[in-house]
């Protein structure tokens, strides 16, 4: 952010330049302050109910989550976003589609519910059932979110803003953690929600969000001019080509990336939808077969021959 207020770059990413990190005080607090706050709700959790302990893996999923924003934000990734155009569709990725779902995963309003008491306990409750959560838990809220929030954040004038103001920049990874979550709570995770889809759903959530990220994609990589007049400030001397080029590659890793980021889930899903079906067959089965009055068992008739004898 320094190197555009000045109106100089940083040097070219190469090399050792990929080594290069930043800690900014307030998303670095936030981070540690998450990791710590998830933990103790660990060991809150095990304590109250030493004979069902939360999940390992949800711990590692938080702690991925958490691992995947830290190199969204700490690592070149975060220290060229305003350099580079495709190392920001980059950043973008990591924080809704991989950070995001490992949240989901991580279920921490299930964890916040479990480790609290009291008072505590009670204004969790009462949040998890209020009108609110009711409205962000609907799958259709979530899914009109994302489909609003993707075209809105790399389309717009919105992108070129929050290039030359930082904090507008640092509130937007809240906002793609946040609509992230809600979109993949959907499916992921246990926490507490009015709503449960059928995985044939969750298919169909997925499956329509495909077109989201392929349309941003596929404009990003269609643009014959630089429509974000802030790289042409902080790059004076590259041209048209070099600029427009950065756009293209910025396009085709949200096009091709979200793409296969959004695919890969359905797999589950749709085993999930397939062995669905077949508990649903086979329990349809048992009752038909529960219902079939018994079969008395077959005679044995006997003939006798001319001879007397018996066949």
Do not use: C
Request: no cysteine; hydrophobic share 50%.
């Amino acid at each position: 952010m320094i190197a555009l207020l000045v109106g100089t770059s940083l040097p070219l990413l190469r090399g050792g330049r990929l080594l290069a990190t930043q800690f900014p005080f307030v998303p670095t607090s936030m981070v540690l302050g998450a990791l710590a706050l998830y933990l103790w709700g660990v060991r809150r959790a095990n304590e109250r109910r030493p004979r069902h302990p939360w999940s390992s893996g949800k711990t590692a999923a938080f702690i991925g989550g958490l691992a995947a924003t830290s190199l969204a934000i700490f690592s070149f990734v975060g220290v060229y976003d305003n350099e580079l155009f495709w190392d920001h569709m980059v950043q973008h990725l990591l924080l809704i589609m991989v950070a995001a779902p490992l949240f989901a995963l991580a279920s921490p309003l299930e964890l916040a519910w479990r480790a609290t008491t009291g008072t505590a306990h009670l204004v969790v409750t009462e949040a998890l059932r209020s009108r609110l959560a009711k409205v962000l838990g609907h799958p259709g809220v979530a899914f009109v979110l994302y489909a609003v929030v993707i075209p809105l954040t790399h389309l717009t004038v919105w992108f070129n803003y929050t290039l030359v103001h930082a904090p507008v920049h640092n509130a937007e990874h809240l906002v793609f953690l946040g609509v992230g979550y809600l979109f993949w709570r959907q499916i992921f995770g246990s926490d507490p929600n009015a709503y449960r889809l059928h995985p044939a759903l969750q298919f169909a959530i997925l499956f329509m969000a495909i077109p989201i990220d392929t349309f941003a994609g596929l404009s990003l990589d269609q643009t014959t001019r630089e429509i974000f007049p802030a790289y042409v400030a902080i790059h004076p001397g590259w041209n048209l080509a070099r600029l427009t080029g950065d756009l293209h590659i910025g396009g085709v890793i949200m096009w091709v990336g979200g793409d296969t980021l959004m695919l890969w889930p359905m797999i589950p899903a749709a085993l999930a939808w397939m062995h669905m079906d077949e508990r649903r067959a086979a329990r349809i089965d048992r009752q038909l077969d529960a219902q079939m009055p018994a079969q008395p068992p077959r005679s044995i008739s006997s003939t006798r021959t001319p001879s007397g004898s018996v066949q």
